[in-house]
Protein backbone atom coordinates (compact mmCIF):
# COMPACT_ATOMS: atom_id res chain seq x y z
CA UNK A 1 0.00 0.00 0.00
CA UNK A 2 1.47 3.40 -0.64
CA UNK A 3 1.76 4.28 2.97
CA UNK A 4 4.03 2.03 3.88
CA UNK A 5 6.45 3.65 0.99
CA UNK A 6 5.38 7.25 1.82
CA UNK A 7 5.86 8.86 5.26
CA UNK A 8 2.71 10.89 6.07
CA UNK A 9 3.04 14.63 6.80
CA UNK A 10 1.13 13.66 9.87
CA UNK A 11 3.81 11.08 10.92
CA UNK A 12 6.72 13.23 9.89
CA UNK A 13 5.80 15.98 12.41
CA UNK A 14 4.63 12.81 15.26
CA UNK A 15 8.17 11.72 14.91
CA UNK A 16 10.70 14.58 13.86
CA UNK A 17 8.33 17.77 15.15
CA UNK A 18 10.22 17.77 19.14
CA UNK A 19 13.71 16.97 17.36
CA UNK A 20 13.92 19.59 14.44
CA UNK A 21 11.40 22.22 16.01
CA UNK A 22 12.79 21.73 19.29
CA UNK A 23 16.28 22.93 18.91
CA UNK A 24 15.20 25.93 17.28
CA UNK A 25 12.21 27.13 19.70
CA UNK A 26 14.05 26.24 22.39
CA UNK A 27 17.65 27.20 21.60
CA UNK A 28 18.24 23.40 22.75
CA UNK A 29 21.60 22.10 21.29
CA UNK A 30 22.12 18.58 19.39
CA UNK A 31 23.72 17.87 22.20
CA UNK A 32 21.39 18.51 24.95
CA UNK A 33 18.66 16.91 22.82
CA UNK A 34 20.71 13.71 22.88
CA UNK A 35 20.55 13.96 26.40
CA UNK A 36 17.39 14.02 26.71
CA UNK A 37 17.15 10.96 25.25
CA UNK A 38 19.96 9.23 27.33
CA UNK A 39 19.69 10.20 30.42
CA UNK A 40 17.14 9.65 32.91
CA UNK A 41 14.37 12.19 33.55
CA UNK A 42 15.72 14.80 36.16
CA UNK A 43 19.42 14.90 34.57
CA UNK A 44 19.29 18.39 32.70
CA UNK A 45 16.47 19.56 35.21
CA UNK A 46 18.43 22.33 36.79
CA UNK A 47 20.66 20.07 38.50
CA UNK A 48 24.46 20.06 38.48
CA UNK A 49 26.44 18.01 37.04
CA UNK A 50 27.54 16.84 39.97
CA UNK A 51 24.42 14.57 40.74
CA UNK A 52 24.50 13.32 37.51
CA UNK A 53 26.30 10.39 38.35
CA UNK A 54 23.93 9.76 41.16
CA UNK A 55 20.82 9.93 38.95
CA UNK A 56 21.83 7.15 36.19
CA UNK A 57 22.78 4.79 38.89
CA UNK A 58 18.76 5.51 40.33
CA UNK A 59 17.01 3.93 37.28
CA UNK A 60 13.67 4.80 36.68
CA UNK A 61 11.05 2.26 38.06
CA UNK A 62 7.88 2.08 37.21
CA UNK A 63 4.95 1.22 39.42
CA UNK A 64 3.38 -0.76 36.41
CA UNK A 65 3.69 -3.76 34.34
CA UNK A 66 2.87 -5.47 31.72
CA UNK A 67 0.11 -7.11 31.95
CA UNK A 68 -0.55 -8.43 28.36
CA UNK A 69 -0.60 -7.35 24.46
CA UNK A 70 -1.64 -8.33 21.31
CA UNK A 71 -0.93 -7.16 17.57
CA UNK A 72 -3.25 -5.99 14.67
CA UNK A 73 -2.86 -6.02 11.01
CA UNK A 74 -0.95 -2.85 10.25
CA UNK A 75 0.30 0.20 12.57
CA UNK A 76 -2.78 1.65 14.77
CA UNK A 77 -3.59 5.08 13.64
CA UNK A 78 -6.10 5.42 16.58
CA UNK A 79 -7.68 3.78 19.42
CA UNK A 80 -10.60 4.41 21.98
CA UNK A 81 -12.41 2.27 24.47
CA UNK A 82 -16.18 1.83 23.91
CA UNK A 83 -17.36 -0.62 27.05
CA UNK A 84 -15.88 -3.51 26.64
CA UNK A 85 -14.65 -3.16 23.34
CA UNK A 86 -11.23 -2.16 21.68
CA UNK A 87 -11.72 0.33 18.66
CA UNK A 88 -8.78 0.37 16.46
CA UNK A 89 -8.18 2.27 13.21
CA UNK A 90 -5.50 0.52 10.99
CA UNK A 91 -5.30 -0.06 6.97
CA UNK A 92 -8.46 1.68 5.92
CA UNK A 93 -10.16 -0.23 8.38
CA UNK A 94 -11.67 -0.32 11.75
CA UNK A 95 -10.84 -3.19 14.27
CA UNK A 96 -13.74 -4.26 16.95
CA UNK A 97 -11.93 -6.47 19.66
CA UNK A 98 -13.04 -7.33 23.01
CA UNK A 99 -10.46 -6.66 25.83
CA UNK A 100 -8.41 -10.12 25.68
CA UNK A 101 -7.70 -9.05 21.71
CA UNK A 102 -9.96 -11.47 20.12
CA UNK A 103 -11.57 -9.72 16.95
CA UNK A 104 -15.41 -8.79 17.18
CA UNK A 105 -15.76 -6.95 13.89
CA UNK A 106 -13.86 -4.91 11.36
CA UNK A 107 -15.11 -2.46 9.07
CA UNK A 108 -13.62 -0.23 5.80
CA UNK A 109 -13.06 3.63 6.26
CA UNK A 110 -11.49 6.23 4.13
CA UNK A 111 -8.20 6.98 4.75
CA UNK A 112 -6.11 9.65 6.61
CA UNK A 113 -7.96 8.76 9.33
CA UNK A 114 -6.71 11.48 12.41
CA UNK A 115 -9.18 10.11 15.17
CA UNK A 116 -11.77 7.93 16.96
CA UNK A 117 -14.06 8.40 19.50
CA UNK A 118 -17.23 6.95 20.89
CA UNK A 119 -20.36 6.97 22.80
CA UNK A 120 -22.92 4.06 24.08
CA UNK A 121 -24.15 4.23 21.01
CA UNK A 122 -21.80 5.46 18.16
CA UNK A 123 -18.70 5.37 16.69
CA UNK A 124 -17.11 9.05 15.73
CA UNK A 125 -14.39 8.69 12.96
CA UNK A 126 -12.76 12.11 12.45
CA UNK A 127 -10.78 12.86 9.11
CA UNK A 128 -8.92 16.41 8.78
CA UNK A 129 -11.85 18.07 6.99
CA UNK A 130 -14.71 15.90 8.03
CA UNK A 131 -16.49 13.45 10.62
CA UNK A 132 -18.23 10.51 10.02
CA UNK A 133 -20.65 8.38 12.55
CA UNK A 134 -20.87 4.57 12.59
CA UNK A 135 -22.95 2.50 15.43
CA UNK A 136 -21.09 -0.44 16.64
CA UNK A 137 -22.15 -2.85 13.84
CA UNK A 138 -20.05 -0.72 11.34
CA UNK A 139 -23.29 0.96 9.49
CA UNK A 140 -22.88 3.89 8.50
CA UNK A 141 -25.32 6.17 10.08
CA UNK A 142 -23.95 10.02 8.97
CA UNK A 143 -20.93 12.79 8.37
CA UNK A 144 -20.93 16.57 8.27
CA UNK A 145 -17.98 18.47 6.68
CA UNK A 146 -15.33 20.96 8.84
CA UNK A 147 -16.54 24.78 8.98
CA UNK A 148 -13.59 25.56 6.79
CA UNK A 149 -12.31 23.24 3.91
CA UNK A 150 -8.66 25.11 5.36
CA UNK A 151 -9.62 22.70 8.13
CA UNK A 152 -6.96 20.19 9.29
CA UNK A 153 -8.57 18.21 12.38
CA UNK A 154 -6.38 16.47 14.63
CA UNK A 155 -8.46 15.11 17.82
CA UNK A 156 -11.56 14.65 19.16
CA UNK A 157 -13.64 14.10 22.08
CA UNK A 158 -17.56 13.40 22.87
CA UNK A 159 -18.92 14.42 25.92
CA UNK A 160 -22.33 14.07 27.19
CA UNK A 161 -24.13 15.66 23.72
CA UNK A 162 -21.38 17.16 22.24
CA UNK A 163 -18.52 16.51 20.27
CA UNK A 164 -15.20 19.12 20.55
CA UNK A 165 -12.91 18.67 17.56
CA UNK A 166 -8.94 20.30 17.94
CA UNK A 167 -8.38 21.93 14.28
CA UNK A 168 -4.34 22.51 13.94
CA UNK A 169 -4.79 24.38 10.78
CA UNK A 170 -7.12 27.31 12.14
CA UNK A 171 -5.49 26.39 15.85
CA UNK A 172 -9.00 26.41 17.52
CA UNK A 173 -11.60 24.04 19.40
CA UNK A 174 -14.93 23.32 17.03
CA UNK A 175 -17.71 22.24 19.41
CA UNK A 176 -20.44 20.60 17.25
CA UNK A 177 -23.40 18.46 18.60
CA UNK A 178 -24.17 15.11 17.83
CA UNK A 179 -25.98 15.43 15.44
CA UNK A 180 -23.23 17.19 13.28
CA UNK A 181 -24.71 21.20 14.19
CA UNK A 182 -22.21 23.70 13.98
CA UNK A 183 -22.27 25.25 17.93
CA UNK A 184 -19.34 27.68 18.40
CA UNK A 185 -15.24 27.70 18.41
CA UNK A 186 -13.43 27.94 21.24
CA UNK A 187 -10.41 30.14 21.20
CA UNK A 188 -7.62 29.45 23.71
CA UNK A 189 -6.91 33.29 25.85
CA UNK A 190 -3.48 32.24 25.48
CA UNK A 191 -3.19 31.41 21.53
CA UNK A 192 -2.84 28.02 20.56
CA UNK A 193 0.42 27.19 19.27
CA UNK A 194 0.53 23.51 17.48
CA UNK A 195 3.97 23.27 15.56
CA UNK A 196 3.00 20.02 14.88
CA UNK A 197 -0.07 17.92 15.21
CA UNK A 198 0.19 17.36 18.83
CA UNK A 199 -3.29 19.11 19.95
CA UNK A 200 -4.93 16.13 22.30
CA UNK A 201 -8.28 16.59 23.29
CA UNK A 202 -10.44 14.76 26.31
CA UNK A 203 -13.02 15.49 28.72
CA UNK A 204 -13.16 14.26 32.29
CA UNK A 205 -15.88 14.74 34.65
CA UNK A 206 -17.21 17.87 32.97
CA UNK A 207 -14.31 19.47 31.77
CA UNK A 208 -12.88 19.98 28.77
CA UNK A 209 -8.85 19.61 28.72
CA UNK A 210 -6.57 20.42 25.58
CA UNK A 211 -3.18 20.53 25.03
CA UNK A 212 -1.55 23.70 23.93
CA UNK A 213 1.59 21.94 22.80
CA UNK A 214 3.68 25.05 22.02
CA UNK A 215 3.24 26.53 24.85
CA UNK A 216 3.95 22.70 26.60
CA UNK A 217 0.79 23.17 28.89
CA UNK A 218 -2.56 21.43 29.51
CA UNK A 219 -5.57 23.90 28.90
CA UNK A 220 -9.52 23.56 30.70
CA UNK A 221 -12.19 24.65 29.23
CA UNK A 222 -16.12 24.12 30.51
CA UNK A 223 -18.39 22.44 27.85
CA UNK A 224 -19.75 26.02 27.25
CA UNK A 225 -15.99 27.32 25.89
CA UNK A 226 -15.01 28.68 29.58
CA UNK A 227 -11.41 29.13 29.69
CA UNK A 228 -11.03 27.60 33.69
CA UNK A 229 -6.88 27.73 33.52
CA UNK A 230 -3.73 25.87 32.44
CA UNK A 231 -1.23 23.50 34.07
CA UNK A 232 2.30 22.27 32.97
CA UNK A 233 5.80 23.98 32.23
CA UNK A 234 8.37 23.13 29.13
CA UNK A 235 11.20 21.17 30.55
CA UNK A 236 13.35 17.47 30.22
CA UNK A 237 12.32 16.48 33.34
CA UNK A 238 9.35 15.19 35.09
CA UNK A 239 6.64 16.40 35.61
CA UNK A 240 7.34 19.15 32.51
CA UNK A 241 6.68 18.88 28.71
CA UNK A 242 9.67 18.36 26.43
CA UNK A 243 10.78 19.33 22.79
CA UNK A 244 9.02 21.61 20.38
CA UNK A 245 5.28 20.59 21.42
CA UNK A 246 4.05 18.09 24.09
CA UNK A 247 2.33 16.95 25.04
CA UNK A 248 0.28 14.54 22.40
CA UNK A 249 -2.50 12.86 23.78
CA UNK A 250 -4.55 13.01 26.89
CA UNK A 251 -6.90 10.62 28.89
CA UNK A 252 -8.16 11.06 32.25
CA UNK A 253 -9.24 8.60 35.04
CA UNK A 254 -12.41 8.07 36.83
CA UNK A 255 -11.39 9.98 39.73
CA UNK A 256 -10.51 13.00 37.23
CA UNK A 257 -6.44 12.25 37.20
CA UNK A 258 -5.33 13.39 33.53
CA UNK A 259 -3.04 11.37 31.70
CA UNK A 260 -0.66 12.37 29.23
CA UNK A 261 1.60 11.21 26.70
CA UNK A 262 4.71 12.74 24.94
CA UNK A 263 6.76 12.39 22.25
CA UNK A 264 10.43 12.70 21.69
CA UNK A 265 11.25 10.91 24.77
CA UNK A 266 8.40 9.07 25.02
CA UNK A 267 6.55 8.82 28.59
CA UNK A 268 3.37 8.62 30.03
CA UNK A 269 2.60 10.59 33.31
CA UNK A 270 -0.11 11.73 35.73
CA UNK A 271 -1.67 15.10 36.97
CA UNK A 272 -3.92 16.10 39.57
CA UNK A 273 -6.89 17.81 37.73
CA UNK A 274 -5.76 20.92 39.49
CA UNK A 275 -2.48 20.25 37.07
CA UNK A 276 -0.84 18.90 40.06
CA UNK A 277 2.54 16.73 38.79
CA UNK A 278 1.41 13.05 40.50
CA UNK A 279 4.08 10.72 39.10
CA UNK A 280 5.92 9.82 35.89
CA UNK A 281 4.08 6.32 34.79
CA UNK A 282 5.57 5.07 32.10
CA UNK A 283 8.82 6.05 30.32
CA UNK A 284 10.74 5.38 27.12
CA UNK A 285 12.44 1.62 28.23
CA UNK A 286 9.20 0.41 29.43
CA UNK A 287 6.86 1.62 26.82
CA UNK A 288 9.20 0.28 23.37
CA UNK A 289 11.17 3.38 22.88
CA UNK A 290 11.17 5.15 19.81
CA UNK A 291 10.32 8.37 19.34
CA UNK A 292 6.56 8.72 18.63
CA UNK A 293 4.06 9.53 21.27
CA UNK A 294 2.15 6.35 22.76
CA UNK A 295 -1.62 6.56 22.65
CA UNK A 296 -3.47 5.93 25.84
CA UNK A 297 -6.83 5.25 27.39
CA UNK A 298 -7.55 3.91 30.84
CA UNK A 299 -10.24 2.14 32.14
CA UNK A 300 -10.98 0.77 35.84
CA UNK A 301 -7.28 0.07 36.70
CA UNK A 302 -5.60 -0.31 33.57
CA UNK A 303 -3.70 1.63 31.24
CA UNK A 304 -4.21 1.12 27.34
CA UNK A 305 -1.45 1.89 25.53
CA UNK A 306 -1.03 1.62 21.38
CA UNK A 307 2.34 2.04 19.51
CA UNK A 308 2.84 0.36 16.21
CA UNK A 309 0.87 -2.47 15.56
CA UNK A 310 0.08 -3.57 19.43
CA UNK A 311 -2.31 -2.67 21.79
CA UNK A 312 -0.25 -3.10 25.29
CA UNK A 313 -2.51 -3.18 28.57
CA UNK A 314 -0.34 -2.21 32.30
CA UNK A 315 -1.41 -2.64 35.40
CA UNK A 316 -0.41 -1.26 38.79
CA UNK A 317 2.09 -3.89 40.59
CA UNK A 318 2.05 -3.35 44.20
CA UNK A 319 5.23 -4.91 45.16
CA UNK A 320 7.20 -3.07 42.28
CA UNK A 321 5.16 0.50 43.17
CA UNK A 322 6.27 0.01 46.83
CA UNK A 323 9.70 1.76 45.13
CA UNK A 324 8.04 4.78 43.74
CA UNK A 325 6.47 7.68 44.48
CA UNK A 326 3.14 6.52 42.92
CA UNK A 327 2.59 4.14 46.70
CA UNK A 328 2.91 7.36 48.31
CA UNK A 329 0.27 8.95 46.88
CA UNK A 330 -2.93 10.03 48.80
CA UNK A 331 -5.49 9.90 45.94
CA UNK A 332 -7.77 7.06 45.84
CA UNK A 333 -7.15 6.63 42.16
CA UNK A 334 -8.64 3.26 40.46
CA UNK A 335 -5.39 2.69 38.54
CA UNK A 336 -3.68 2.17 42.43
CA UNK A 337 -5.47 -1.82 43.44
CA UNK A 338 -3.21 -3.82 45.42
CA UNK A 339 -2.42 -6.52 42.67
CA UNK A 340 0.97 -8.47 41.82
CA UNK A 341 1.67 -8.95 38.11
Known amino acids: ?11 FFKI ?27 VL ?17 SPYKLASSFSVPDRIEAFELAGENLIVAASNNIFIYDRTGSLLNNFAVGSNLRDIAADEENIYLLFPTRVEVYNQDGEWLRDWEACSDLSDYCSMAVASESVFVTDAGHKNICKYAKDGTFVQFIQSPNGFVIPSYSFGITCANGVIYSSNSGRHTVEKYSPDGEYLGSFGKAGGGTGM ?3 CCNPVHLAYTSTGEIITSEKGNPRISCYGANGEFRSLLLDSKV ?17 YVAGNNRISTFRYDKMQAAKTVCSDCGVACPLRKGISI
Do not use: Q, W
Not at 1 to 11: P, Q, V
Open 287 to 303: LGGGHTAYDVKVFDDKI
Open 45 to 61: DGRTAGNAAHIRRGAFI
Open 1 to 11: MEYKNKISRKR
Open 241 to 243: FCG
Open 16 to 42: CGSLIAGGSILGVSGLLIRKRFILPDG
